[in-house]
């Protein structure tokens, strides 16, 4: 059973940082996809970064592209979601997600494993 327990989040202004961690266990993780999603109060969930384990390719997009940046450390079986220059739009329940073979990285519907998520709030 694949278990992901986020973190890191809470309020800042806007322009300040904060950094997500998703701790993944239950599986060897070297043919994962890990994302991070967000989902705004009224909102559907959208796709915000994802990192392929083996190989570490990264995706995002395009509202965070040289704001955000995603990480794993493989030792630690953590995926990161740097997160710089935030802003009020950004403010949202961050969720972590995770599954074997995902094609469209972008894609809820093709992550099975979901954490419990994380408050992100962004004052202006």
């Known amino acids: 059973q694949v278990q992901l327990v986020e973190s890191g989040g809470g309020l800042v202004q806007a322009g300040g940082s904060l950094r997500l961690s998703c701790a993944a266990s239950?599986?060897?993780?070297?043919?994962?996809?890990m994302g991070w999603f967000r989902q705004a109060p009224g909102k559907e969930h959208e796709f915000v970064a994802a990192?392929?384990?083996?190989?570490?390719?990264?995706f995002y997009t395009d509202s965070v592209k040289g704001r955000f940046t995603i990480s794993r450390d493989i030792a630690k079986n953590t995926v990161y979601l740097q997160m710089n220059s935030l802003k009020p739009e950004d403010t949202a329940v961050y969720y972590c997600?995770?599954?074997?073979?995902?094609?469209?990285?972008?894609?809820?519907?093709?992550?099975?494993?979901w954490g419990q998520g994380t408050q992100v709030t962004v004052s202006s």
């Open positions: 990192i392929r384990w083996s190989g570490g390719r990264t």
């Open positions: 239950g599986r060897t993780f070297s043919r994962y996809a």
């Open positions: 997600a995770a599954d074997m073979s995902v094609v469209d990285t972008s894609e809820p519907a093709q992550y099975h494993y």
